[in-house]
Nanobody, 123 residues
Framework: QERLVESGGGLVQPGDSLRLSCAASGRTLSNMAWFRQAPGKEREFVAAITWSGYSTYNAQSVKGRFTVSVDNVKNTMFLQMNSLQPEDAAVYYC??????????????????WGQGTLVTVSS
């Protein structure tokens, strides 16, 4: 059974950068995604990628600031986050599924979730 473990969260200041990792074991599902959930808000889509790394799909709110990538030898997905703002603060989750890349933006498309990693952006 596929298992996902996120890491890399922490406390940063506005304008800083952070890189999150999602390590997959027992990998069987073809596409991966990052979501985030701020206190009192619904979990929202951030970015998705195929394990080949050739195709990505980003939420409009993070385009130009966040970059999703994979190392398919190490079975690890990354989220490079630049120019972080207080509104980016959330628990970040990675997920895996078999849906098309565009449909990976829907929570219902995610078959396996990680436990989440907390990102705090504060001065």
């Amino acid at each position: 059974q596929e298992r996902l473990v996120e890491s890399g969260g922490g406390l940063v200041q506005p304008g800083d950068s952070l890189r999150l990792s999602c390590a997959a074991s027992g990998r069987t599902l073809s596409n991966m995604a990052w979501f985030r959930q701020a206190p009192g808000k619904e979990r929202e889509f951030v970015a998705a990628i195929t394990w080949s790394g050739y195709s990505t799909y980003n939420a409009q709110s993070v385009k130009g600031r966040f970059t999703v990538s994979v190392d398919n030898v190490k079975n690890t997905m990354f989220l490079q986050m630049n120019s972080l703002q207080p509104e980016d603060a959330a628990v970040y989750y990675c997920g895996a599924g078999r849906a098309t890349l565009e449909r990976m933006r829907f929570r219902a498309s995610i078959e396996v979730w990680g436990q989440g990693t907390l990102v705090t952006v504060s001065s």
